[in-house]
């Protein structure tokens, strides 16, 4: 039950977040995608917080728990400095630079792939990770996940584009990517099987990728924002994430 619940989670979230993000892409104006963004700061800090960190307290001892948070935020940081980790959300991002990417012939693209391959294999790592802990955490990090997920592939979907793919083309190999945490999550769960005393340490690694995502790579991008309305606006998504998360506990019986 627990391998399918991953499996389900895998498949749909990767179809999910490429699909919804292909839809953003190609139909809306690109302003809106700071709007996903807050919402996906306020959903990874939600599930962060009142879910994935009280599991790993409970699991492990405070002391030891803090360290895995902050040993895997540092991971993190190493991560996306040398490319594998790809969180780069707003258009105006030096990996997002149109014109730069239009004469590239592909490489960028296929860059932007392997990359999101890769991210997307730890994702599904993670999420393996919290269903073996439980279903309620498993689900909520998933959430986490897509909400996230969303406004990074929208700015993969145009890299693919500008580098000379076809719209289908591009949909067809997000799709392929996004089947790298399938991989992940089933790895994981037999992996992690064998090895449970390191769920609790994954846990920490959870919710250390959650923070270092929302306050190391998307909240300063809002901060190009400074007008009162647009503080306002961001405010309230970033709430509306954090009861997104809070309400899924309820209905997961949290």
Known sequence: MTLAWIVSASVVGGLLSVGLAAAFALTVRATWVPMLVSYAIGALLGAAFLEVIPHAFERLD??????????????FFIMEKLVLWRHCHTEDCEAHDQHAV??????????????????????????AAAFLESTQLGVITAIAIVAHEIPQEVGDFLILLHSGYTKARALLLN?????????????????????????????G??????????????????????????????????????????????????
């Open 62 to 75: 405070a002391h030891h728990a803090a360290l895995t948070i902050l040993a895997g935020i540092f991971v």
């Open 102 to 127: 239009a004469h590239d012939h592909g490489r960028s693209g296929m860059m932007i792939l392997v990359g999101d391959s890769v991210h997307n294999f730890i994702d599904g790592v993670l999420i």
């Open 175 to 203: 799709l392929l990517s996004s089947l790298a945490s399938l991989a992940g999550g089933v790895i994981g769960y037999f992996t992690l099987q064998a090895a449970d005393g390191a769920v609790p340490y994954l846990l």
């Open 205 to 254: 690694i959870v919710a250390a990728s959650m923070i270092y995502v929302a306050v190391a790579d998307l909240i300063p991008g809002l901060h190009k924002r400074t007008e009162l309305r647009a503080t306002m606006s961001q405010t309230l998504l970033i709430a509306l994430g954090v009861g997104s998360i809070a309400l899924a506990r309820v209905a997961f019986g949290g």
